[in-house]
């Protein structure tokens, strides 16, 4: 879904314009300043809590200040969007307050909680349709049932309107502040937020450096810029819905390109981590692009000691159900968590003797399923070995050498491993 490239590019009195706009629905986030992150990094980083926002997101800054400003033609032609959930929500809320009815194209990733807040936003004003793998896929129908039914298109990130309401963002983190911070660690998916951003601090704080934050199996934004034009992955990889975008917008593009930021990826196991942490020092439920700011700042940013950081904490719609492959993918991040097939002997007491001969006095068996089982002489089974520390891997790889039973490592670039985790 990309707008028109004769589109005028947003200005730094467009996001004003928008902030008037948007301050009497709009709740003025907490910057709060984090302890955690301030002591590893030598820095003073405030943390930008857009979680807290109505519908848990900052998405609801860009949806409501293009819906609000709709003719009553354009309202009565009702509105439709693509999202991967978080868009959707402000979108709902918008379609509530003021009283439009709407459709909402979703991928088949989204989970289930953000749909379920979806409807309860919309209060019966908007029907959510689910459907495709991607939020490429969700934006194809939904440009398609515009075409069709003449509804008004709302687009996640690639809208004038759209990228102002997100900048707004940007105007109140200095408010709060007292001045403009020295870095700001911006996520992106399609690039919204951070052209918004960008368009008003180059214009009214040019030396703050800003940062944009991508998940690894998703940067399309630095693929465009390497490409010189936004271009289509091949492949994304979905862990981070609220930013797995397959392809940059053509209105965000040239502003990101134009600024000459930096772009950093953080790979999705690093990001879970971070969501722990969160979670169990600061006691703060992230969604997984909500954590992507700060995980960049700790794997990817090199900070000054005593500088103001800002990071984005863009939304906390996380659904409960997903911590299971959170921790998964955090321990394999870590190092601590490897999968093997081993070749036991079907006799008794194989078991036993690998567990006592191979493993550590810290190590796991942390999953066991025997892959198949037969009457020959060994039998092979898929063990997942959870160390106490990743440095415990070269003492248990020597000790599988040295073990009478073939053992074969499964490693985190092979085709078989995406079945795994």
């Given at each position: 879904?990309?707008?028109?490239?004769?589109?005028?590019?947003?200005?730094?009195?467009?996001?004003?314009?928008?902030?008037?706009?948007?301050?009497?629905?709009?709740?003025?986030?907490?910057?709060?300043?984090?302890?955690?992150?301030?002591?590893?990094?030598?820095?003073?980083?405030?943390?930008?809590?857009e979680d807290l926002q109505p519908v848990r997101s900052y998405k609801l800054?860009?949806?409501?200040?293009?819906?609000?400003?709709?003719?009553?033609?354009?309202?009565?032609?009702?509105?439709?969007?693509?999202?991967?959930?978080?868009?959707?929500?402000?979108?709902?809320?918008?379609?509530?307050?003021?009283?439009?009815?709407?459709?909402?194209?979703?991928?088949?990733?989204?989970?289930?909680?953000?749909?379920?807040?979806?409807?309860?936003?919309?209060?019966?004003?908007?029907?959510?349709?689910?459907?495709?793998?991607?939020?490429?896929?969700?934006?194809?129908?939904?440009?398609?049932?515009?075409?069709?039914?003449?509804?008004?298109?709302?687009?996640?990130?690639?809208?004038?309107?759209?990228?102002?309401?997100?900048?707004?963002?940007?105007?109140?983190?200095?408010?709060?502040?007292?001045?403009?911070?020295?870095?700001?660690?911006?996520?992106?998916?399609?690039?919204?937020?951070?052209?918004?951003?960008?368009?008003?601090?180059?214009?009214?704080?040019?030396?703050?450096?800003?940062?944009?934050?991508?998940?690894?199996?998703?940067?399309?934004?630095?693929?465009?810029?390497?490409?010189?034009?936004?271009?289509?992955?091949?492949?994304?990889?979905?862990?981070?819905?609220?930013?797995a975008v397959r392809r940059a917008g053509d209105l965000t593009y040239p502003?990101?390109?134009?600024?000459?930021?930096?772009?950093?990826?953080?790979?999705?196991?690093?990001?879970?981590?971070?969501?722990?942490?969160?979670?169990?020092t600061d006691g703060v439920i992230a969604e997984p692009a909500g954590a992507?700011?700060?995980?960049?700042?700790?794997?990817?940013?090199?900070?000054?000691?005593?500088?103001?950081?800002?990071?984005?904490?863009?939304?906390?719609?996380?659904?409960?159900?997903?911590?299971?492959?959170?921790?998964?993918?955090?321990?394999?991040?870590?190092?601590?968590?490897?999968?093997?097939?081993?070749?036991?002997?079907?006799?008794?007491?194989?078991?036993?003797?690998?567990?006592?001969?191979?493993?550590?006095?810290?190590?796991?068996?942390?999953?066991?399923?025997?892959?198949?089982?037969?009457?020959?002489?060994?039998?092979?089974?898929?063990?997942?070995?959870?160390?106490?520390?990743?440095?415990?891997?070269?003492?248990?790889?020597?000790?599988?050498?040295?073990?009478?039973?073939?053992?074969?490592?499964?490693?985190?670039?092979?085709?078989?491993?995406?079945?795994?985790?």
């Amino acid at each position: 879904m990309t707008a028109a490239l004769d589109t005028a590019l947003p200005t730094a009195l467009d996001v004003e314009a928008a902030f008037v706009r948007l301050r009497a629905v709009i709740r003025e986030s907490p910057l709060q300043r984090s302890e955690r992150l301030s002591q590893r990094t030598g820095a003073n980083v405030w943390v930008k809590r857009e979680d807290l926002q109505p519908v848990r997101s900052y998405k609801l800054r860009g949806a409501y200040n293009l819906i609000s400003q709709l003719d009553a033609a354009d309202r009565a032609r009702g509105v439709v969007c693509a999202s991967a959930g978080n868009h959707a929500q402000g979108f709902a809320f918008a379609c509530a307050a003021l009283g439009l009815d709407g459709r909402v194209y979703v991928p088949r990733t989204t989970p289930r909680q953000k749909r379920d807040r979806i409807d309860a936003l919309g209060a019966g004003r908007v029907e959510v349709i689910v459907g495709g793998d991607t939020y490429d896929d969700a934006a194809a129908a939904a440009l398609a049932d515009a075409d069709l039914t003449q509804a008004v298109l709302v687009p996640a990130f690639d809208h004038p309107d759209t990228i102002c309401g997100q900048g707004t963002m940007a105007i109140e983190i200095v408010e709060q502040l007292g001045h403009a911070p020295d870095v700001i660690v911006i996520p992106v998916g399609g690039g919204g937020m951070l052209s918004g951003c960008l368009t008003w601090l180059r214009a009214r704080h040019p030396e703050t450096r800003v940062v944009g934050a991508e998940p690894a199996g998703a940067a399309c934004m630095a693929a465009a810029v390497e490409a010189g034009q936004p271009l289509e992955l091949d492949d994304i990889e979905t862990f981070v819905d609220g930013a797995a975008v397959r392809r940059a917008g053509d209105l965000t593009y040239p502003i990101v390109r134009d600024a000459g930021i930096e772009l950093v990826s953080v790979a999705e196991g690093r990001i879970c981590t971070e969501m722990l942490e969160l979670y169990q020092t600061d006691g703060v439920i992230a969604e997984p692009a909500g954590a992507l700011s700060s995980a960049a700042l700790l794997d990817r940013i090199h900070v000054e000691e005593g500088q103001d950081v800002v990071v984005v904490l863009s939304g906390g719609n996380n659904d409960v159900s997903r911590y299971a492959e959170i921790v998964e993918r955090s321990l394999v991040d870590e190092g601590r968590k490897h999968y093997f097939l081993v070749d036991f002997p079907q006799e008794p007491g194989a078991l036993r003797r690998f567990l006592s001969e191979v493993l550590g006095p810290e190590d796991d068996i942390a999953h066991f399923e025997y892959v198949k089982r037969s009457n020959r002489e060994t039998g092979p089974a898929l063990v997942g070995i959870e160390l106490g520390r990743r440095e415990d891997l070269e003492g248990l790889l020597a000790r599988m050498d040295e073990s009478p039973m073939s053992v074969e490592r499964i490693s985190a670039d092979s085709p078989a491993y995406r079945f795994l985790v």
